[in-house]
Structure formats: structure tokens, C-alpha cells
């Protein structure tokens, strides 16, 4: 099997058995992220616990990119520190820039350098980042708290 295909089971799988989807009553901060370009859209809580993400769910709907990407994310994310998952975040954004010519650090993204693929396609990295643009402002409207 091709790394490519892999990579499209991964997010197929991750669209069709999503992780800490259903949004969390007690949160610390909400926010809902609608990509403008195809109307996919992205309702975040996060709670905090001192400076670890103790609490991440979600609820959206959208194409397999945007919903698969958020579910990694959301699983890649929680009991990080926030300067852990900050470092991840922008990891993430690298290989969205990269227009192809990156695969990632599978240690640090793990299941999300099956995103290295989408890169290739402006169209859907708007896609593939709406949940994690979500987290950054999520993150800054519960420390602001």
C-alpha cells in the first residue's frame, strides 16, 4: 500500500469515527469558525487547567478534510501543555505552507501528517486548518478569562 493511500484511510477514518466530537457543557472558552471559501464550520470549548488543555470538543460539519483534521487535532491536542501545543499548532501550519515539499514531524503531528498531501491543493488548506485557527483563538479567549 501507497503512502498516499494510507494516508487518505487515516483521514477517511478519523471523518467517519471522529475523536471528541459532541461539544462539553462546562467550558472555559467557545468559539465557531465557518471557512468563508466552501461553508464548512467548527464550534470549539476548551477548558483549561492551569496551563494544560484538560477539556477539547467539538462539533462541526464540512467535508472529510476539515472534520478528519479537527478530530486528529482535538486528539492530538488534549493534556498538552499550551506551549506544547502551540509548538505542535505551528508545526502544522509549516506543513500546510509547504505546498507539498513536506512530510511533517510524525513525532510531533503524529496521525496529522496524513495532511501533507492536502498541502498540494490551496483550495483545501483552508480546509484543514479551520479547526486549528479555532484553537488558537479558543486558547487566547480562556486565558483571557
Sequence with gaps: MQLDS?????????YKHPQHK???SNFDAQVHHVNTSCGDEITLNITL????????TWDGQGCSISQASVSMMSDLLLGKSINDASAILSSFCELMASKGTSTGDADLLEDAVAFAGVSKFPGRIKCALL?????????IQAQSK
Design 22 to 24: 459532541g461539544l462539553s
Design 6 to 14: 494510507l494516508y487518505q484511510e487515516v483521514i477517511l477514518d478519523h
Design 49 to 56: 487547567e492551569a496551563d494544560i488543555v484538560s477539556s477539547l
Design 131 to 139: 479547526g486549528w485557527m479555532a484553537f488558537k483563538d479558543v486558547v
